[in-house]
């Protein structure tokens, strides 16, 4: 079966850490690049960062120095470890790919960051 499951959020105080995993199954995932998105409620889905199959990595300004992407692809997870949070980063967070020219999401983990 062809999916994506994400895991790992939880609720955390503000300035508390949170490690995201996403395991990929029926793809092949050492060649992949594979991303994050997060969704707050009443906004839209944005870009958190990606990873290519060869390791390197992009991430959007908001999260620049306190998120970090890795990948373990025996495991076929991506890891997004999440340092430093705030109130804005509170949402449901996605990891996708690209499987056959469309794209796969997962069904998304809920990160809630308390003030």
């Known amino acids: 079966q062809v999916q994506l499951v994400e895991s790992g959020g939880d609720l955390v105080q503000g300035g508390g850490s949170l490690n995201l995993s996403c395991t990929a199954s029926?793809?092949?995932?050492?060649?992949?690049?594979m991303a994050w998105y997060r969704q707050a409620p009443g906004k839209q889905r944005e870009f958190v960062g990606l990873i290519t199959s060869g390791g390197t990595v992009n991430y959007a300004d908001s999260v620049k120095g306190r998120f970090t992407i890795s990948r373990d692809n025996p495991a076929k997870t991506m890891f997004l470890q999440m340092n430093n949070l705030g109130p804005e980063d509170s949402g449901v967070y996605y990891c996708?790919?690209?499987?056959?020219?469309?794209?796969?999401w997962g069904q998304g983990t809920q990160v809630t960051v308390s003030s």
């Open positions: 029926g793809i092949l995932f050492q060649y992949a690049a």
């Open positions: 996708k790919t690209d499987w056959r020219s469309k794209d796969l």
